[in-house]
């Protein structure tokens, strides 16, 4: 599998960095995990989302707008676009989905994504997209929100989406490759329910056996050398920090 970071900047876009949006890829299909704002743009560097060929869905972890606002121009991309495809595109996520897209995009009826989608929501279990197998978790996050673990060839990455500490993310990820966790906060003086620190992402990390924490969706106003230090006094493997355009294959 290999991992394509497109945008990984918290809670808003900055320059040359959109919100959240992964890609992963394997044996041609891809899984674009996020849509956040700002994404659409440097999508277009890794896919085309025009495609009708069937190659990509889209995985909504919530609908927060970093992580989904960028659906909105992906209709029109797909609906009024020039290659105006005719096949559906897979969206899976929250059971909010079509709710919360159509309201960003001020749709009179939510029916009307289904011209453009083939809206599904999570389901318990795995659940086959492409050559993939997806498993999620329910986040602890104010709106419906899902951690993800997308599995292929006997490797796993697992995206924890926004999240809270809870024990279901580890034991959703135990074992996997890549722990894609989300690290927004520094020190102790954090909201509960809303957001993990590093070292929270950290003992993640560590109770979930991870080969590899890779630290996304930091903030502005903290300082990355804090998170990863927080992070590292808590889980002893390998430590990086999600970067927009950086690829991991394992
Ligand atoms: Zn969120």
Known sequence: ??????????????PGNPGSCYVIEQDGFRLVLDLGNGSLGPLQDVLDPESGDGSFAVLLSH??????????????MRHYGPARQAVRLPLIGPSDVA??????YGMTDPADLDLVFDVRSFEP??????PFTIQVARAVHPVEAYSIRVSAGGRSITY???????????????GTDIALFEASFVGDANPVDLHMTGADAG????????????LTHLVTWNDDDVVLREASAEFSG?????????????
């Open 125 to 130: 279990g795995a659940m086959a997209v492409g």
């Open 1 to 14: 599998m290999k991992l394509t970071v497109v945008g990984c900047s918290g809670s808003y876009p900055t």
């Open 160 to 174: 924890s989406g926004d999240t809270g500490p809870n024990a279901a993310l580890a034991t959703l990820a135990a």
């Open 63 to 76: 609908c927060h707008v970093d992580h989904c606002a960028d659906v909105a121009p992906l209709y029109v």
């Open 203 to 214: 003992r993640a990390a560590t109770a979930a056996d991870a080969g590899l924490l890779l």
């Open 99 to 104: 709710a919360r897209i159509s309201a960003i």
């Open 238 to 250: 390998p430590i990086e920090r999600a970067r927009p355009g950086m690829t991991i294959t394992v």
